[in-house]
Nanobody, 114 residues
């Protein structure tokens, strides 16, 4: 089992920035990739950023150039730096880990509004 706990969400104005953090614990030796997904009301959850154990990153087109995913293996942490936020980025953001199974955290709300 892998446990994921997100933090750092909140309310921000359009054009602003937020940094999300995810703390991983449990059977983390089995994880080969981590990421962040988001789910807006009435929509399906989608992955927006991923990072492999070798730190290869990938982004959804909607966030490319604005979001940056990073990881600190020594601390078992994954981060999502979000810049130039737009109202359409409003969603619950979930930390994700892929190993034998796909794991999700409990989510943290990000609201972009003036």
């Amino acid at each position: 089992q892998v446990q994921l706990v997100e933090s750092g969400g909140g309310l921000v104005q359009p054009g602003g920035s937020l940094r999300l953090s995810c703390a991983a614990s449990g059977s983390i030796f089995s994880i080969y990739a981590m990421g962040w997904g988001r789910q807006a009301p009435g929509e399906q959850r989608v992955l927006v950023a991923t990072i492999t154990s070798g730190s290869v990153t990938d982004y959804a087109d909607s966030v490319k150039g604005r979001f940056t995913i990073s990881r600190d293996n020594a601390k078992n942490m994954v981060y999502l730096e979000m810049n130039n936020l737009k109202p359409e980025d409003t969603a619950v953001y979930y930390c994700n880990a892929d190993g034998v199974y796909r794991y999700w955290g409990q989510g943290t709300q990000v609201t972009v509004s003036s």
